[in-house]
T-cell receptor
Framework: AQTVTQSQPEMSVQEAETVTLSCTYDTSENNYYLFWYKQPPSRQMILVIRQEAYKQQNATENRFSVNFQKAAKSFSLKISDSQLGDTAMYFCAFMINFGNEKLTFGTGTRLTIIP | KAGVTQTPRYLIKTRGQQVTLSCSPISGHRSVSWYQQTPGQGLQFLFEYFSETQRNKGNFPGRFSGRQFSNSRSEMNVSTLELGDSALYLC?????????????FGSGTQLSVL
């Protein structure tokens, strides 16, 4: 069974600063996907960034980037130049690929951007 | 293109009743999965349907069931509601098995059991 751990229940950072959210996971699989989802007060889960385990290069999406350490089973999210709209719950999630739609989520980190 | 649509947005029921929640996936998406979100247990996978067949099921009692129609729309049903069933129920859709890493979520149905 897969587990995902987010050890930071809450974080806050000043607007325009950089913040890093931590995530570790446990699996015996070699091929899988890792995700960061954002859930604002609207409740909709919004995909922030995705990483395929077979890719060594860290994924980036504009101000969002990850530090994927496969051997350490670590998958942190870095948000640069943070904006007020980044305030939300952030969930790290794991999925085995090819026909298995099940996402295993961490418990989330509540991020607050301070003006 | 419209996103994943879940109805209703809010629902209040009493213990012992049953409830049906609906999810319309993005047009062209054939896989629909359901998740339960509670403050205590976090996000937990309920089940996933593809082409009207349940492919995966989470660790929930038999009171939780679902189905998918030929147009890919899905419903989930909870019978004999308990207070602990109060949660946000999220639906997600994806195009097909070869592209299943792209999940798109709806805004959920907030169920309150009194």
């Amino acid at each position: 069974a897969q587990t995902v751990t987010q050890s930071q229940p809450e974080m806050s950072v000043q607007e325009a600063e950089t913040v890093t959210l931590s995530c570790t996971y446990d699996t015996s699989e070699n091929n899988y996907y890792l995700f960061w989802y954002k859930q604002p007060p609207s409740r909709q889960m919004i995909l922030v960034i995705r990483q395929e385990a077979y890719k060594q290069q860290n994924a980036t999406e504009n101000r969002f980037s990850v530090n994927f350490q496969k051997a350490a089973k670590s998958f942190s999210l870095k948000i640069s130049d943070s904006q007020l709209g980044d305030t939300a719950m952030y969930f790290c999630a794991f999925m085995i690929n090819f026909g298995n739609e099940k996402l295993t989520f961490g418990t989330g980190t509540r991020l607050t951007i301070i003006p | 293109k419209a996103g994943v649509t879940q109805t209703p947005r809010y629902l209040i029921k009493t213990r012992g009743q049953q409830v049906t929640l609906s999810c319309s996936p993005i047009s062209g998406h054939r896989s629909v999965s359901w998740y339960q979100q509670t403050p205590g247990q976090g996000l937990q996978f309920l089940f996933e349907y593809f082409s009207e067949t349940q492919r995966n099921k989470g660790n929930f009692p038999g009171r939780f069931s679902g189905r998918q129609f030929s147009n890919s729309r899905s419903e989930m049903n909870v019978s004999t509601l308990e207070l602990g069933d109060s949660a946000l129920y999220l639906c997600a859709s994806s195009p097909d098995p070869e592209n299943n890493e792209k999940l798109f979520f709806g805004s959920g149905t907030q169920l309150s059991v009194l």
